[in-house]
């Protein structure tokens, strides 16, 4: 009993209420040197160290770690997040901000995970290493569901823990030589992992890091980047229907981008984790568009699908028809990325992806889906009605709200500060994000009413 | 892991040509005993309350639920001065160990390694120490140059060896001489049975040169549920005087999003009283299989190391290729082992067979490689 409690009770991101940006208080270290071989001698100092006395390492520090500008953004939202309310102990805080799913998985789901819990401790159905790729009865669903009639096979498509893993996996696959291109504003782990990876220069505020094209998404172009501005770059990241725009590529789009990449040679990694979120009949998936085959990797997640934001379970396709310029299958170096780098993705989590996929599982995830979209209607309207320009949130669970001329941070934290609702500064999202406030859907509809009746009372 | 696709390959081919046989796998290191019941009930707990409003959860921390860090920290590194907040909750040591980026085959990813020499079956960059019977499976570090990064298991796979205190004081010693990060693979400590360190933060000074990695795959057979963790004290500085800490902790929130959080309900329970008394259990079985293999080969004539602190027996065939010793063992009696050179080139002439399986087939194994190799 006490185990479930000591779970239950966890709070969100304790990084960034411990760490706030890249320092981390020093836990004094014991003031005794080792006793030197030759002399023998031991020498104790009582006086508390200062970091000129601390041991260092002659390890030198990856710079490229160094490039990055404090921390991932959604711990520092956390961390804001938890100062306020140390600040304000008795205020309801609702949380607008991270794009956490908030309402129980569909009972057919949480229960195959069960059973296949419960079925570990059993002769039978115990079962250790599975494949990396991972298993393949789950394999082949996300194959049917998603990609039917798309020529998409099994053996395409990995098993991840989660997209954001997979960003990462895919930065190591391509390595530190390739050039990376962006939407702007974009999911920050693309542009991260790509730093990490020595893909990039140094920041420069405003601008973002040297050698990233960042393609401009604005209300002035519909949200898709004037490709005929876009150098040409090895990889381009985009994600549709987009976190945070909440804007999705149409078929004609798609296709531009797809020529795009035929002619210069390019790899999309395509992100469609908000796919299922859409209202209207934009693709679903890059591989609807002719070619695509062999220029794109497409990327997704249960999380937003399914709540499993927590559990940890998604997928990356690659097409067999995807080579490198020497003609190498990319699936093959990603086949042997997964088998050194990762160990597949959690049994009890991949029990519970292929019960999403079952009949009562899509529907189930339906209802939550529909459930978050009904939360986003509510935003929409509520900034609409207060002469706001409003973007997104018709495709996806993200509300994206104009703020010209004023510096995104600075509203967050107005609106922190004067309705205790949480929301994320569109310039965590990369320059393109400046003037902007990105508002999540998820969350129970009581405290979404309750921050929409807030936003009305201050911008009224 | 490459060698395990060889092995599986090499399976496949021998069960197509030999359909009726039935084939004893000891190759890959595969935990095959069921979970005890109190950790599985934890977990599909915790899975039935993900369907409730009260008991729905979406994103952990990133670096993992804070009631298992402490629990880790208290149950493994009680009185070694760590603390929760120096662990972090994996999905396993494999995928941290790339997430440090370290060992030959993902550092060879990473880029560090340089080339791969067919003659000596070495990457040109890195720096192997020798570990065999005739240093008693500890490297000579007095022939041994530096460099920045030494990964070290212990107890180790494959060879089963378990460093000794002062073995890793010396390693302790060497790496502050050079100024070199240790990464302490302790995955197997909980096999340990003969009072070797299981941590090497019972090394004093440690703290301010090693990471040390671990994982519940074989302490608690959560090989397919995936749960791990990696300890990096806040002592442990780059040259410049960075804490590594920082560094790992912005690696893991850009590149991970935690470990499942049923996988983290497990492993609590696995710390639970009666939880861990069950996981030790387990471990004692397969000790026990460890103890059959290395009577079985040491019965034939052979010169066997390990099976005494890890569930691993490796197996001394002097002067043979270990790819023929493989081969040969599975050709008469359907046992899959694995080849040492699989593990490097000083594996040579071994043979790695893993403590994993259930009893009946340890003992059949047993009975057959007697039958065949005694005289």
């Given at each position: 009993?006490?185990?479930?409690?000591?779970?239950?009770?966890?709070?969100?991101?304790?990084?960034?209420?411990?760490?706030?940006?890249?320092?981390?208080?020093?836990?004094?270290?014991?003031?005794?040197?080792?006793?030197?071989?030759?002399?023998?001698?031991?020498?104790?100092?009582?006086?508390?160290?200062?970091?000129?006395?601390?041991?260092?390492?002659?390890?030198?520090?990856?710079?490229?770690?160094?490039?990055?500008?404090?921390?991932?953004?959604?711990?520092?939202?956390?961390?804001?997040?938890?100062?306020?309310?140390?600040?304000?102990?008795?205020?309801?805080?609702?949380?607008?901000?991270?794009?956490?799913?908030?309402e129980p998985i569909p009972e057919v789901i949480a229960s195959a995970?069960?059973?296949?819990?419960?079925?570990?401790?059993?002769?039978?159905?115990?079962?250790?290493?599975?494949?990396?790729?991972?298993?393949?009865?789950?394999r082949a669903k996300v194959a049917s569901t998603f990609y039917a009639?798309?020529?998409?096979?099994?053996?395409?498509?990995?098993?991840?823990?989660?997209?954001?893993?997979?960003?990462?996996?895919?930065?190591?696959?391509?390595?530190?030589?390739?050039?990376?291109?962006?939407?702007?504003?974009?999911?920050?782990?693309?542009?991260?992992?790509?730093?990490?990876?020595?893909?990039?220069?140094?920041?420069?505020?405003?601008?973002?890091?040297?050698?990233?094209?960042?393609?401009?998404?604005?209300?002035?172009?519909?949200?898709?980047?004037?490709?005929?501005?876009?150098?040409?770059?090895?990889?381009?990241?985009?994600?549709?229907?987009?976190?945070?725009?909440?804007?999705?590529?149409?078929?004609?789009?798609?296709?531009?981008?797809?020529?795009?990449?035929?002619?210069?040679?390019?790899?999309?990694?395509?992100?469609?984790?908000?796919?299922?979120?859409?209202?209207?009949?934009?693709?679903?998936?890059?591989?609807?568009?002719?070619?695509?085959?062999?220029?794109?990797?497409?990327?997704?997640?249960?999380?937003?699908?399914?709540?499993?934001?927590?559990?940890?379970?998604?997928?990356?396709?690659?097409?067999?028809?995807?080579?490198?310029?020497?003609?190498?299958?990319?699936?093959?170096?990603?086949?042997?990325?997964?088998?050194?780098?990762?160990?597949?993705?959690?049994?009890?989590?991949?029990?519970?992806?292929?019960?999403?996929?079952?009949?009562?599982?899509?529907?189930?995830?339906?209802?939550?889906?529909?459930?978050?979209?009904?939360?986003?209607?509510?935003?929409?309207?509520?900034?609409?009605?207060?002469?706001?320009?409003?973007?997104?949130?018709?495709?996806?669970?993200?509300?994206?709200?104009?703020?010209?001329?004023?510096?995104?941070?600075?509203?967050?934290?107005?609106?922190?500060?004067?309705?205790?609702?949480?929301?994320?500064?569109?310039?965590?999202?990369?320059?393109?994000?400046?003037?902007?406030?990105?508002?999540?859907?998820?969350?129970?509809?009581?405290?979404?009413?309750?921050?929409?009746?807030?936003?009305?009372?201050?911008?009224? | 892991?490459?060698?395990?696709?060889?092995?599986?390959?090499?399976?496949?081919?021998?069960?197509?040509?030999?359909?009726?046989?039935?084939?004893?796998?000891?190759?890959?290191?595969?935990?095959?005993?069921?979970?005890?019941?109190?950790?599985?009930?934890?977990?599909?707990?915790?899975?039935?309350?993900?369907?409730?409003?009260?008991?729905?959860?979406?994103?952990?921390?990133?670096?993992?639920?804070?009631?298992?860090?402490?629990?880790?920290?208290?149950?493994?590194?009680?009185?070694?001065?760590?603390?929760?907040?120096?662990?972090?909750?994996?999905?396993?040591?494999?995928?941290?160990?790339?997430?440090?980026?370290?060992?030959?085959?993902?550092?060879?990813?990473?880029?560090?390694?340089?080339?791969?020499?067919?003659?000596?079956?070495?990457?040109?960059?890195?720096?192997?120490?020798?570990?065999?019977?005739?240093?008693?499976?500890?490297?000579?570090?007095?022939?041994?140059?530096?460099?920045?990064?030494?990964?070290?298991?212990?107890?180790?796979?494959?060879?089963?060896?378990?460093?000794?205190?002062?073995?890793?004081?010396?390693?302790?010693?060497?790496?502050?001489?050079?100024?070199?990060?240790?990464?302490?693979?302790?995955?197997?400590?909980?096999?340990?049975?003969?009072?070797?360190?299981?941590?090497?933060?019972?090394?004093?000074?440690?703290?301010?040169?090693?990471?040390?990695?671990?994982?519940?795959?074989?302490?608690?057979?959560?090989?397919?549920?995936?749960?791990?963790?990696?300890?990096?004290?806040?002592?442990?500085?780059?040259?410049?005087?960075?804490?590594?800490?920082?560094?790992?902790?912005?690696?893991?929130?850009?590149?991970?999003?935690?470990?499942?959080?049923?996988?983290?309900?497990?492993?609590?329970?696995?710390?639970?009283?009666?939880?861990?008394?069950?996981?030790?259990?387990?471990?004692?079985?397969?000790?026990?299989?460890?103890?059959?293999?290395?009577d079985t080969f040491a019965s034939l004539g052979l010169k066997v190391?390990?099976?005494?602190?890890?569930?691993?027996?490796?197996?001394?065939?002097?002067?043979?290729?270990?790819?023929?010793?493989?081969?040969?063992?599975?050709?008469?009696?359907?046992?899959?082992?694995?080849?040492?050179?699989?593990?490097?080139?000083?594996?040579?002439?071994?043979?790695?067979?893993?403590?994993?399986?259930?009893?009946?087939?340890?003992?059949?194994?047993?009975?057959?490689?007697?039958?065949?190799?005694?005289?």
């Amino acid at each position: 009993m006490s185990l479930m409690n000591q779970l239950l009770t966890s709070i969100s991101s304790s990084s960034s209420a411990l760490l706030g940006q890249d320092h981390l208080f020093l836990t004094r270290p014991k003031n005794v040197v080792l006793p030197s071989k030759k002399s023998g001698l031991c020498k104790c100092i009582a006086a508390p160290s200062t970091e000129k006395t601390a041991y260092k390492t002659k390890v030198s520090r990856n710079e490229n770690m160094g490039k990055l500008q404090a921390g991932y953004l959604f711990p520092e939202i956390a961390r804001r997040r938890a100062a306020h309310m140390l600040k304000y102990p008795d205020a309801q805080v609702i949380s607008l901000g991270i794009g956490d799913t908030t309402e129980p998985i569909p009972e057919v789901i949480a229960s195959a995970m069960a059973k296949r819990s419960n079925s570990l401790a059993t002769i039978e159905g115990y079962s250790g290493y599975g494949a990396e790729q991972g298993e393949k009865l789950l394999r082949a669903k996300v194959a049917s569901t998603f990609y039917a009639n798309l020529g998409i096979e099994e053996d395409d498509v990995f098993i991840s823990d989660g997209a954001k893993s997979d960003i990462s996996r895919l930065q190591v696959l391509f390595g530190s030589d390739v050039t990376m291109a962006v939407q702007d504003p974009s999911y920050p782990a693309y542009v991260d992992s790509g730093v990490i990876m020595g893909q990039t220069g140094r920041y420069q505020n405003n601008v973002g890091y040297a050698h990233i094209e960042y393609m401009k998404c604005t209300p002035e172009n519909g949200f898709f980047p004037d490709l005929s501005a876009v150098s040409r770059t090895d990889v381009i990241f985009f994600c549709s229907p987009n976190n945070p725009t909440g804007s999705a590529a149409s078929r004609d789009q798609l296709s531009q981008l797809v020529q795009f990449a035929k002619d210069n040679g390019t790899i999309i990694i395509y992100d469609s984790a908000y796919a299922l979120y859409m209202s209207d009949d934009t693709p679903k998936s890059i591989f609807e568009i002719p070619g695509a085959k062999e220029v794109a990797i497409e990327i997704s997640s249960f999380s937003k699908y399914a709540g499993f934001t927590g559990v940890r379970l998604g997928w990356t396709v690659i097409p067999k028809e995807l080579q490198f310029s020497d003609g190498f299958p990319v699936a093959k170096d990603f086949n042997r990325i997964v088998c050194t780098c990762f160990n597949g993705a959690s049994n009890i989590a991949q029990a519970g992806g292929l019960a999403c996929l079952s009949p009562a599982g899509l529907e189930g995830m339906q209802e939550v889906i529909g459930f978050y979209k009904e939360n986003t209607r509510i935003i929409v309207e509520t900034f609409q009605s207060l002469g706001f320009n409003v973007y997104g949130g018709k495709n996806a669970p993200y509300v994206w709200v104009h703020f010209p001329g004023q510096s995104s941070w600075d509203v967050f934290g107005e609106i922190l500060e004067k309705t205790h609702v949480v929301t994320t500064p569109g310039s965590g999202f990369g320059p393109g994000g400046e003037g902007f406030i990105r508002v999540s859907a998820f969350g129970h509809r009581a405290n979404v009413l309750e921050a929409c009746r807030r936003f009305k009372e201050l911008y009224k | 892991m490459v060698i395990a696709l060889q092995i599986s390959s090499r399976e496949l081919e021998h069960t197509k040509k030999y359909p009726n046989e039935k084939v004893i796998s000891l190759g890959i290191g595969d935990t095959t005993e069921p979970l005890p019941e109190v950790i599985t009930s934890a977990m599909s707990d915790f899975t039935l309350a993900l369907s409730t409003h009260e008991g729905y959860r979406g994103y952990g921390a990133e670096q993992g639920n804070k009631t298992l860090r402490k629990a880790i920290a208290e149950t493994f590194y009680r009185d070694l001065a760590v603390n929760d907040t120096e662990v972090f909750v994996s999905d396993g040591a494999q995928c941290d160990i790339s997430r440090l980026q370290a060992y030959i085959d993902s550092s060879v990813i990473i880029g560090q390694a340089g080339d791969f020499q067919d003659g000596t079956g070495k990457y040109q960059n890195i720096e192997y120490m020798e570990c065999g019977p005739q240093n008693h499976f500890f490297p000579d570090l007095s022939k041994t140059p530096k460099t920045d990064v030494i990964f070290f298991c212990s107890p180790h796979n494959p060879t089963g060896h378990a460093a000794s205190r002062e073995q890793l004081e010396h390693l302790v010693e060497f790496a502050r001489e050079n100024g070199s990060i240790i990464v302490y693979d302790s995955a197997y400590a909980a096999y340990i049975t003969d009072g070797s360190p299981r941590s090497i933060y019972e090394i004093p000074g440690a703290k301010e040169v090693a990471i040390e990695v671990s994982s519940f795959s074989k302490l608690a057979g959560f090989t397919g549920v995936r749960l791990g963790w990696t300890v990096v004290p806040h002592e442990l500085l780059f040259s410049n005087g960075f804490p590594v800490i920082n560094d790992f902790n912005r690696i893991v929130c850009t590149c991970f999003n935690g470990a499942s959080n049923v996988a983290q309900a497990g492993g609590l329970a696995c710390l639970s009283p009666e939880g861990y008394k069950a996981m030790l259990s387990v471990v004692g079985y397969y000790m026990e299989n460890a103890n059959i293999l290395v009577d079985t080969f040491a019965s034939l004539g052979l010169k066997v190391y390990g099976g005494v602190n890890a569930p691993y027996v490796w197996v001394h065939f002097p002067g043979s290729s270990s790819w023929d010793r493989f081969n040969e063992i599975l050709e008469k009696t359907h046992i899959i082992t694995v080849p040492g050179s699989g593990f490097g080139p000083c594996g040579e002439e071994f043979i790695r067979v893993s403590a994993f399986g259930r009893r009946e087939s340890v003992l059949e194994a047993s009975a057959r490689l007697k039958d065949t190799f005694l005289p």
